[in-house]
């Protein structure tokens, strides 16, 4: 074997092996993408109408924090909706093509029945994905498992929608976690903060939210 052949089958199995030790322990999931510029109007508040902005939400130090009661009001007078205190990210909804959200995640011990992260609009349906905590535990709606262990830490949450493929992923901490088919077309845009499950709430809800951005690829 010549050594020019030996160098290039050590080299593409070096490649291939840190192909896969970057899948499993760490990628960057907005690599291909570019970051959508982003201002104060993108994050539009969102909280029990009757309460003023400030008991249910803060933002010190690059930490936007979101708390809500179980008995507390929904976001609209007229709604029938669970109550939530959330930032829509406004003036990005999307239709087509790959998009990605990303931010830093933090869940107090004793949250539970919250989605802290969502994809609304649906072709059927208000949303695409749900994402929430029970008991410490991350789930689809509150069916399949995707991430364990995510009390009082701080999570990077990654949400790939590519609606040419009809799929969205999730990536925790660069992991790869989750992969369902989205629900079809629609007026699609990202959410997090905390908004009350149907049923198996906690009283207090919180989470906390950092380093928030879109990307999308183009």
Not at 27 to 55: R, S
Not at 185 to 192: A, H, I, T, V
């Amino acid at each position: 074997m010549n050594n020019c052949f030996s160098y290039l089958l050590i080299f593409s199995v070096l490649a291939g092996s840190m192909e896969k030790f970057n899948l499993s322990c760490g990628a960057n999931p907005t690599y291909g993408f570019t970051a959508v510029p982003l201002t104060e109007a993108n994050f539009k508040l969102q909280k029990p109408y009757d309460i003023p902005l400030e008991q249910r939400y803060s933002y010190v130090n690059g930490v936007h924090k979101l708390w809500v009661y179980a008995d507390d009001k929904p976001h609209n007078p007229s709604s029938h909706t669970q109550p939530r205190t959330e930032i829509r990210m406004s003036g990005l909804d999307y239709s087509s093509g790959v998009w990605q959200f990303e931010g830093y995640g933090f869940v107090p011990n004793g949250t539970s029945g919250a989605t802290i992260a969502q994809i609304h609009g649906a072709a059927h349906g208000a949303t695409t994905l749900i994402l929430r905590i029970y008991d410490g535990e991350m789930r689809y709606y509150s069916k399949d498992l995707v991430a364990t262990d995510l009390y009082d830490k701080w999570f990077r949450l990654n949400i790939i929608h590519d609606l040419d493929k009809g799929m969205v992923t999730v990536f925790i901490d660069g992991v790869h976690k989750f992969e369902v088919k989205d629900k079809g077309p629609g007026d699609l845009y990202f959410k997090c903060g905390v908004y009350a499950a149907p049923a198996n709430i906690s009283y207090y809800m919180e989470s906390r939210w950092r380093d928030i951005k879109i990307f999308k690829k183009c």
